[in-house]
């Protein structure tokens, strides 16, 4: 089964305040979540808002999405299935 491209949108107040070695032992607990639930879920980048995350995931369903969260105990407010994407080339021609 493919994995499919998903939106997390994180609420984490004052996360842009957060220092480098805050943000790098959160990236750790992240990613050792995601090593425990194994291939079905991978993380692609994430963006850092004021009071917020955004971040982008392969997985194989939201289910695996909300294991993530509630283990890691990263809350995933809002998730989205991205069903394409855009960029300025997409006005050329195929």
Do not use: W
């Amino acid at each position: 089964m493919a994995l499919r491209r998903y939106i997390i949108e994180r609420d984490i107040p004052k996360v842009g305040t957060f220092e480098r070695e805050q943000l790098r032992g959160a990236a750790a607990k992240s990613n050792e979540v995601l090593r425990q639930l194994g291939a079905d879920i991978q993380r692609v980048e994430s963006f850092v808002g004021a009071d917020k995350t955004f971040c982008v995931y392969l997985a194989k369903d939201e289910g695996i999405i909300r294991k993530h969260a509630e283990i890691s105990g990263f809350p995933a407010t809002k998730i989205t299935e991205i069903r394409t994407m855009i960029d300025p080339t997409t006005e050329r021609p195929g």
